[in-house]
């Protein structure tokens, strides 16, 4: 285990849901202007012929919105760690254009990781009825189930909302750094085994090897002051259950009092997404949720979301033991994407 940071960490990454909800600076309405160049860089990478894991920034050129991506990296990387763009004015496009334009921004803040061993670049977040969620190798964004408070397996996740559920499916984050704060003030004896970390459930290999991973997985890691998290609730109680290792009272009280964080209304920032929102969170410093959603009979009442996995073109600071969000390895039949 590394050296445990006791140090409670100040800054714009400490912040509090209901401190936002009263200031919403998180929210950048797209401007017309950005809206202009968006259309023109998406006919610019269309006539191209390329497919979309090859469209590089080359072929979707921004230049006024380019400057103002590099300050939502900013604010991601440095600030407090989330953005959502809104305004994308979604219905005048088709589908795949809407998902070549989220993939051409995405291509200013960061480099494509795989979502799945099967090579997924551009992912879809939508109920999946012909998967049953609770089966091993099932995961949630393919449900309509609530998913609590979780990381993703990279370095920035961007969310784009196609369209929304006539009931549910709002949004919920919370700062992994406010709830280290807490741990910090009130149970500091969780903090040893939250480093030390937890058996993690290995989805991917649930049916073809020890279906757990290799070793403990840490929940909280530092380097130089700055706190990084990660955490899926959900895995690491199968892992034990995989493993048949039942966690320790004291482990199981530790990760409750994280669940219980996460939930406080003063801690999480709810909001509901729109048709063109985009939202733009660090994994690093944010846990991110959604409620249940039922959807309508319609084919525009079905929630369905964009997602794009990124590495951030900086590298994060890594603690000792903490691992990086480097997204998922290939399977070897796989067809290879180019990035």
């Excluded at 936002?20 to 259309?39: C, F, H, Q, V, Y």
């Excluded at 809104?86 to 200013?108: C, K, Q, S």
């Excluded at 991110?288 to 084919?299: A, I, L, N, Q, Y």
């Amino acid at each position: 285990m590394g050296m445990i940071w006791k140090e409670p960490v100040t800054g714009p990454k400490a912040w509090r849901g209901a401190e936002l909800a009263r200031n919403p600076a998180w929210n950048i309405t797209l401007s017309a202007a950005d809206l202009a160049e968006l259309d023109r860089a998406l006919a610019t990478a269309k006539a191209t012929g390329l497919p979309l894991e090859q469209v590089t920034r080359a072929h979707f050129p921004l230049d006024g919105m380019a400057r103002r991506l590099d300050a939502v990296l900013d604010e991601i990387y440095d600030g407090r760690g989330f953005v959502v763009l809104r305004g994308l004015p979604v219905e005048r496009y088709r589908d795949e254009d809407v998902g070549l334009i989220f993939w051409g921004m995405g291509r200013y803040l960061g480099a494509p990781l795989y979502q799945n061993p099967k090579g997924d670049l551009l992912g879809h977040v939508f109920h999946d009825t012909t998967r049953k969620y609770g089966d091993p190798d099932v995961r949630g964004y393919i449900s309509n189930v609530y998913l609590p408070y979780h990381t993703d397996g990279c370095d920035l996740v961007g969310l784009l909302c196609l369209r929304r559920a006539p009931v549910g499916g709002l949004s919920s984050l919370v700062s992994s750094v406010t709830v280290y704060n807490e741990i910090l003030a009130h149970h500091p004896e969780y903090l040893e085994m939250l480093y030390d970390g937890f058996y993690y459930i290995r989805r991917e290999e649930v049916y073809t090897g020890t279906g757990v991973s290799e070793r403990p997985v840490p929940v909280f890691g530092a380097k130089d002051g700055v706190v990084s998290c990660r955490y899926l609730r959900r895995q690491i109680d199968a892992g034990a259950a995989r493993r048949g290792v039942p966690l320790t009272e004291m482990e199981r009280a530790a990760l409750d009092y994280v669940d219980e964080l996460t939930s406080r209304p003063d801690i999480r920032l709810d909001m509901d997404f729109e048709p063109g929102d985009i939202q733009l969170c660090n994994n690093y410093t944010i846990l991110h949720s959604r409620t249940e959603f039922v959807d309508g009979p319609e084919p525009n009442q079905k929630r369905h979301l964009l997602r794009l996995w990124l590495k951030f073109p900086r590298p994060w600071p890594i603690g000792p033991g903490f691992h990086e969000h480097n997204g998922y390895t290939l399977r070897p039949d796989a067809k290879l994407a180019e990035t």
